[in-house]
């Protein structure tokens, strides 16, 4: 062949050198490495190089150049593949079994089944297959509620918490524990009143659940009295005790305990005793309720503060319908986390990540766990109250942590409260207490006084005068924001709660008039061991509704992702380490809660005012199943990309040919 042939063919790119390759790579989308990996061997070799990836991850997912790879991650190309791969943003499956707003999502330990909640008045539990079936339903309209709205299985997956709303007039805070025995087909097994009924309720271990109720005082001044209470509660003895009381805070400004979680400690040492509630005014003027307001249809779950005779300005059913909700931007700020949290995540060791899987329902190589108790190992729990061996502690007996929010400013929850429950033998016989013949006594004794004068009534609005009747909270951290959520890491190490802000420097005259709310969610993270705030996200996620009809929007985390509702019509994906939001995940209508299964994180349900149930799984998963991912609805994903018309199936297969086994 002639010399002027050879040189009419161009300079032979296979013979660049691998880092002028690679410079030209980084000009190229992800969706063209599957073609330019075909070119040659040299071409493949550098579509394999590692800086590519990470230069690929930081751009595509928007991540901060100063944080590193996530703690035992082997490549920068297998977290690529794990964060398209793994993430459930496939929808499977739409259910529009209940015929009302679907306000809470909830899984079993295992990962088998998952129970829903609803104004309907029902609660339904599905089976996690594909698709999903009804496996048990009650409506609790029969036993005076007006709506299911929170559940939670036990450790051993055998009972089964549902918190409801009592019927009642509009300004009532009414609630109710019903416990459902899973092995019994969904007998009811126990009812326990709870009030105010947004403390919802949780399991303390696997055979007592924790509940609440409110008694007023004074002006403004409460008390809030949690109990423990046996989920069985047939005794063939009236002397056996099925109820015990754990403590009794002081609340004022109209606030009170609300939102109640339990968490296993993780140190032995209890952080320092927070000072006495400040002495905030409480002379402030109630605004009356308009006469004659008829009950309405309102968005989510709102807080219960309706007895104090605060005006509220609802949403009518035809308002409702006709409302139109902003949608969120598609850009959403990362969780910038502190240097003591990176630390901490750098320092874990192995032994404790793979733990951490585990308490998450699986074994380190991925495959199922056999069912755990509520500490995440194995073991019989009744009568042993927090004594289960964890292998992060430093003693064999560990307590736990009541997590609540509360308030001291207004009615409004902006304040964490935080209460170490110390290891404590379960009474199990009823203290009788004083005879009737000394009730008597007693009440004679105090009418003579009072006849006298000499009968002195406790000081309600005096803190200090009355401090000896109240347990103190150990710790409290001011959010100064509506607190709307909260969920705990499977490690119980770390807790994330969602907020809306406060107005900057805002000052509270009036303790029922809150300080007007931003139209977006503040995501905190707090560290349980040292009761600190080490992460925090501002503004990611939407919410429009104003202080007065603010309601609940559920969280949950896994080991690997963060998920949360909105306002905006759409539920919220984010990488854990990366901090970095990974998927959109639309609905018609407000995203009540979010619920990840234990056992497969990979699958999420999301529940909304549109009255629908939908699952979404990653598409792997989907593949396993046999979807056609050319046909199915996927979430509006966040990374940057730019993919050819014809390449969602040449980048699946590079990725699957790129998996590291």
């Not at 194995?378 to 109250?385: F, L, P, Q, T």
């Not at 992702?561 to 209508?589: M, N, Q, T």
Request: glycine residues 4%; hydrophobic residues 35%; charged residues 25%.
């Amino acid at each position: 062949m002639p010399k002027v042939f050879r040189r009419a063919r161009g300079p032979n790119w296979s013979l660049l050198p691998d880092s002028i390759l690679l410079h030209i790579f980084t000009f190229l989308d992800y969706s063209d490495i599957p073609y330019v990996a075909r070119v040659c061997k040299s071409w493949m070799q550098v579509s394999y190089d590692e800086f590519l990836w990470r230069h690929y991850f930081y751009k595509d997912f928007q991540v901060d150049s100063s944080v590193p790879i996530m703690p035992g991650a082997i490549s920068w190309r297998a977290e690529y593949e794990r964060l398209v791969e793994e993430t459930p943003v496939v929808l499977m499956q739409e259910i529009s079994e209940h015929n009302h707003q679907v306000l809470h999502v909830s899984f079993s330990h295992k990962g088998d089944v998952f129970a829903t909640s609803s104004k309907d008045g029902y609660i339904i539990v599905w089976t996690s297959t594909h698709p999903a079936e009804v496996k048990y339903y009650r409506d609790m309209k029969l036993h005076s509620w007006k709506y299911t709205q929170f559940s939670q299985f036990n450790s051993s997956d055998t009972l089964l918490l549902v918190s409801g709303v009592h019927f009642g007039n509009y300004n009532s805070t009414s609630g109710e524990i019903a416990v459902f025995n899973l092995e019994k087909d969904f007998q009811l097994q126990c009812r326990v009143l709870n009030k105010p009924y947004d403390i919802f309720g949780t399991w303390y271990n696997d055979q007592y659940l924790i509940s609440g109720d409110l008694h007023w005082l004074a002006h403004l001044v409460s008390a809030s009295v949690i109990w423990l209470n046996k989920a069985y509660q047939e005794n063939s003895s009236e002397h056996h005790a099925i109820i015990s009381r754990l403590y009794k805070f002081y609340n004022r400004n109209a606030s009170s305990v609300r939102t109640i979680l339990v968490a296993n400690c993780l140190t032995q040492d209890s952080p320092k005793a927070s000072s006495a509630p400040s002495q905030e005014s409480n002379g402030a003027n109630t605004r009356e309720a308009p006469e004659g307001q008829k009950e309405v249809v309102e968005r989510g779950n709102p807080p219960s503060h309706r007895d104090l005779g605060i005006h509220q300005v609802s949403v009518t059913e035809d308002q409702n319908v006709k409302q139109q909700l902003p949608v969120n931007p598609v850009h959403t700020n990362p969780i910038t986390y502190t240097k003591d949290y990176r630390e901490a995540e750098e320092s874990l060791p192995d032994s404790a990540m793979d733990l951490e899987k585990e308490l998450e329902g699986m074994d380190v190589d991925g495959a199922p766990c056999k069912a755990r108790n509520d500490t995440g190992f194995d073991g019989d729990e009744e009568g042993s109250e927090g004594n289960a061996t964890f292998a992060m502690s430093l003693a064999d007996d560990r307590d736990k942590y009541l997590i609540f929010t509360t308030g001291s400013k207004t009615y409004s929850p902006h304040q964490i409260g935080f209460k170490r429950i110390k290891t404590f033998t379960i009474p199990t016989v009823l203290d009788a207490g004083p005879g009737l013949r000394e009730r008597i006594q007693q009440q004679n004794q105090e009418r003579e006084l009072r006849n006298l004068g000499l009968f002195q009534e406790p000081n309600w609005l005096d803190y200090d005068s009355v401090a000896d009747r109240f347990d103190e909270i150990d710790h409290l951290i001011d959010l100064n924001g509506h607190i709307i959520g909260m969920g705990l890491s499977p490690d119980h190490r770390y807790l994330y709660v969602n907020s809306r802000p406060w107005q900057a420097n805002c000052v509270i005259d009036n303790p029922l008039s809150p300080p007007r709310i931003a139209e977006g969610i503040d995501l905190h993270v707090i560290d349980l061991t040292t009761l600190t705030e080490v992460g925090t996200m501002l503004r990611a996620h939407k919410a429009y509704t104003p202080n007065d009809e603010c309601f609940f929007i559920f969280l949950d985390v896994s080991h690997q992702f963060v998920a949360s509702g909105a306002e905006d019509r759409h539920g919220y994906i984010w990488e854990r380490h990366y901090g970095v939001c990974l998927a959109r995940l639309p609905h018609k209508d407000v995203v009540n809660a979010v619920a990840f299964n234990p056992r497969d994180p990979e699958m999420l349900v999301t529940v909304s005012d549109d009255h629908k149930i939908k699952v979404w799984r990653s598409r792997r998963k989907a593949r396993n199943l046999n979807i056609d991912l050319s046909d199915a609805e996927i979430a509006k994903e966040l990374r940057l990309k730019c993919v050819r018309a014809d390449s969602s199936v040449e980048c699946s297969e590079y990725m699957n040919h790129l998996h590291i086994g």
